[in-house]
């Protein structure tokens, strides 16, 4: 089993920027997809980023590209989201995930971490 425990999240002024880390231990992350979700007050749990187990291939929510970067370093098992331009409605709990699939135009995980908060103010 793997556990993923996130890690950066806090509070942010609108514009400003943050980079979540996520450490994974147990196995290593090498050879598998990563991403991260977001769930804001009252929202569903939303898909932000997905990175290959290569680090070659990249996607994105159309709502963060060109702002949000996912990243990995496989030697340190672990996985990066840098956010930049950062807005209020942003605001959300951020889930590492381990494992994200693309199915019917959506991504799915069924590997998740506990989260970190994400606040934005205006």
């Known amino acids: 089993q793997v556990q993923l425990v996130e890690s950066g999240g806090g509070l942010v002024q609108a514009g400003g920027s943050l980079r979540l880390s996520c450490a994974a231990s147990?196995?290593?992350?090498?050879?598998?997809?990563m991403g991260w979700f977001r769930q804001a007050p009252e929202k569903e749990r939303q898909f932000v980023a997905r990175i290959d187990w290569s680090g070659s291939i990249t996607n994105y929510a159309e709502s963060v590209k060109g702002r949000f970067t996912i990243s990995r370093d496989n030697a340190k098992n672990t996985v990066y989201l840098q956010m930049n331009s950062l807005k209020p409605e942003e605001t959300a709990v951020y889930y590492c995930?381990?494992?994200?699939?693309?199915?019917?135009?959506?991504?799915?995980?069924?590997?998740w971490g506990q989260g970190t908060q994400v606040t934005v103010s205006s």
């Open positions: 147990g196995r290593t992350i090498s050879g598998y997809s």
């Open positions: 995930a381990a494992d994200v699939r693309g199915e019917r135009g959506r991504y799915r995980t069924s590997t």
